[in-house]
């Protein structure tokens, strides 16, 4: 006899109120129905706001369902002991203030679970985790990966037998994301099932089934090898060139035959309307992956326009003998730790410059202290030709900044917000408006200008947060992890806008997790246990895999990792 389904949905509904007083109501989620029996893994994927919040919320029983019938364990979700369920937000809900061992222990009590009556439960979620040495340091002052780390093990501290995981790996190098996902099967009770929101496709892969969830409705249900089939005969793939690889990327974008196009290696991939390739020599049929369904299953038909971000800013010349952004020496300590040890690259204008490295390995240290938000110990920093020692307020000037973290306003609205920055970089009038009502048309955020900013969907916030960072088209542009929750189609709309504005002559110095999105960069840096342990273009780093042909950067990121740990090893 078959196991009784952990989860039941039957057409199942939500809406919310408008936005602002008159407008319609949201359907977030409309005639939803899905089954998950004990020891399944579900993956939710879906572009930005498209329910997959409000659905795990539903979930939680944290919203309640307008319409329909929500079952967990066999009972009704209002009748949930929420003991049975562990819950990740997105946010991850961790006490910044509280050091990690107070944060599992208040979520141990929280689920009924003393945590000195279940040493051996405890041992084992800081033995998982690799937080054993750090139970005493704030939770705010952990890597991103450590804090994500933290979050799932207090949401799984009681081994519950169904566990909700909201965007567990965002913002989190590809190491970091595979410890992760091992991380949740490990701390899962047994039997555990397991609903696991994405919006990295290689993650949702790795679930027994996906979702793809679109402005509330399901577009797909059944296998992750399925959703790529979904692009089968419309995947193509020609050379390219050793020169002028992102202006043969944005070529390919804006051609209307084409639905998506990455760079994949020596190659130029592309997901096409039709069953033939675009016009040009070299093109052959490719096996689809994951996200060219993705691309295709939410396809509107329109090709993608040329960046209206980057037609505003101005032509800037090339320098050769005059870098934008150099770091020379960067060092930074906290007592005995040294975050960041000799940092030293320059980045040129028109250049995209690439920072990679494991969470915590001193690439956001490095980039605060560019952006002159961190004074280093040692070692000078010049942005535009300002020295950030002594002209740290014109060199802030000359740059747009995306900070990891989003740091606007939660609590003003996103044309409020947009309408300050604006102020402070010194833009009035008629010339604050068209800044404001390119950044809205650009990055499509019309609808949401009277939400609350920090009421925003991940992926929209992320929108919100390129777009200040690009009001004043700025000469030097900082993006620190520009992509992190974003759907694959916008994070490939991203992309557009950053090559082109590249194309200007601005200077860009990029901090990612996406391995794909690295092979947009001119050179990139890899930092990892706060030394630059290998720099060059993705060719050059990927010359670090033996016997292949054309490796992907993310096996040569994996590679000079686990080289230096085992060169540390056998030192020792």
Known sequence: MAEAPLLRLTDVA???????????????????????????????????????????????????????????????????????????????????????????????????????????????????????????????????????????????????????????????????????????????????????????????????????????????????????????????????????????????????????????????????????????????????????????????????APSALAAAFPLRAAQPDRPAIAALQLTRRYGAFTAARDITFTVFPGEIFGLLGPNGAGKSTTFRMLCGLLSPSSGRGTVAGRELSSARAQAREAMGYMPQKFSLYGDLSVLANLRFVAGAYGLIGNKARDAIDRVVNALDLSSFTAQMAGLLPLGIKQRLALGAAVLHTPPVLFLDEPTSGVDPLIRREFWHHINAIAARGTAVLVTTHFMDEAENCDRLLLINRSEAIASGTPDDLKRAVIGKSDPTLEEAFITLIEAQGKGESEAA
């Not at 879906?46 to 967990?72: C, F, H, Q, S």
């Not at 692009?231 to 990327?249: E, I, V």
Request: some cysteine.
């Open 14 to 304: 939500k809406r919310f109120k408008g936005s602002r007083r008159g407008a319609p109501h949201v359907q977030a989620l409309n005639g939803i129905n899905l089954i998950l029996a004990p020891g399944r893994s579900l993956g939710l994927v879906g572009p930005d706001a498209g329910g997959k919040t409000t659905l795990m919320r539903i979930l939680a029983g944290l919203v309640e369902a307008d319409r329909g019938e929500v079952e967990v364990m066999g009972r009704p979700v209002a009748n949930l002991d929420r003991s049975l369920v562990g819950y990740m937000p997105q946010s991850g809900a961790l006490y910044g203030e509280l050091t990690v061992r107070q944060n599992l222990e208040l979520y141990a009590r929280l689920r009924g679970l003393e945590p000195g009556d279940s040493p051996e439960r405890m041992d084992m979620l800081y033995r998982a985790t690799g937080l054993s040495p750090f139970t005493d340091r704030a939770a705010n002052r952990l890597s991103g990966g450590m804090r994500q780390k933290l979050a799932l093990a207090c949401a799984v501290v009681a081994a519950p037998p169904l566990m909700l995981l909201d965007e567990p790996s965002v913002g989190v190098d590809p190491v970091s994301r595979r410890e992760i996902w091992d991380l949740a099967l490990e701390l899962a009770g047994p039997g555990s099932a397991i609903v696991w929101t994405t919006s990295i496709l290689d993650d949702a892969g790795k679930c027994d089934d996906v979702i793809l969830l679109h402005s509330g409705h399901i577009l797909y249900n059944g296998p992750p090898e399925g959703l790529a089939e979904e692009a089968r005969g419309h995947t193509f793939a020609r050379p390219l060139p050793p020169t002028s690889r992102r202006a043969f990327l944005q070529e390919a974008l804006e051609r209307p035959e084409v639905i998506s196009a990455t760079m994949s290696g020596k190659s130029l991939r592309a997901v096409c309307r039709s069953a033939s390739p675009p016009p040009g020599k070299g093109w052959i049929p490719i096996t689809p992956e994951a996200e060219d369904g993705f691309a295709r299953m939410l396809d509107d038909g329109l090709p993608l």
